[in-house]
């Protein structure tokens, strides 16, 4: 669902594009209303629950922040890309971002559906730096010691 919305944003950021190019204002703001409606039923919570879920404290804070920045970013600056880019443009550049951040997704996102917390919390730490059971359990005293010894 996520991907099938991140898409459909990119579709659906072309088409206001287009409305607006060409002076269809009805069609323009009803294709606004359904992005809008896409986008908070598919990658508006999103960001905000996966960050949850695969992060410790310090990395949903990083999250967070560059969440809201990016937000920050483009409440100052949209007005300014209308000047520059037209409206048509600047939707178009839009669209072009969520393309990326759909391939983005796409290509280096994980699913963490049906995982452990466990297996969550490794999810993307690379392979190589990964501790074999043996030496996680040592590491965490489960395991007893002086019985592994034959």
Same mark, same amino acid.
């Given at each position: 669902? #996520?991907?099938?919305?991140?898409?459909?944003?990119?579709?659906?950021?072309?088409?206001?594009?287009?409305?607006?190019?060409?002076?269809?204002? =009805?069609?323009?703001?009803?294709?606004?209303? &359904?992005?809008?409606?896409?986008?908070?039923?598919?990658? /508006?919570?999103?960001?905000?629950? $996966?960050? @949850?879920?695969?992060?410790?404290?310090?990395?949903?804070?990083?999250?967070? &922040?560059?969440?809201? %920045? %990016?937000?920050?970013?483009? =409440?100052?600056?949209?007005?300014?890309?209308?000047?520059?880019?037209?409206? $048509? /443009?600047?939707? #178009? #550049?839009?669209?072009?971002? %969520?393309?990326? @951040?759909?391939?983005?997704?796409?290509?280096?996102?994980? *699913?963490?559906? /049906?995982?452990?917390?466990?297996?969550? +919390? *490794?999810?993307?730490?690379?392979?190589? #730096?990964?501790?074999?059971?043996? +030496? *996680?359990?040592?590491?965490?005293?489960?395991? *007893?010691?002086? %019985?592994?010894?034959?």
């Amino acid at each position: 669902m #996520l991907v099938f919305g991140q898409f459909t944003m990119f579709l659906l950021l072309i088409a206001v594009a287009y409305f607006t190019a060409e002076g269809f204002n =009805s069609a323009s703001i009803l294709m606004t209303v &359904v992005f809008a409606f896409v986008y908070q039923t598919s990658q /508006g919570p999103f960001n905000f629950t $996966y960050a @949850g879920t695969v992060g410790n404290g310090a990395q949903i804070s990083i999250g967070g &922040v560059t969440m809201w %920045s %990016s937000v920050l970013f483009f =409440s100052l600056f949209t007005g300014t890309l209308f000047e520059l880019l037209k409206p $048509y /443009g600047t939707y #178009l #550049l839009f669209s072009v971002c %969520s393309f990326v @951040g759909g391939v983005y997704l796409v290509y280096f996102m994980k *699913d963490a559906a /049906g995982l452990t917390k466990e297996q969550i +919390t *490794d999810l993307y730490v690379p392979k190589d #730096l990964k501790l074999g059971a043996e +030496t *996680d359990a040592l590491l965490n005293g489960t395991r *007893d010691t002086v %019985s592994s010894y034959p």
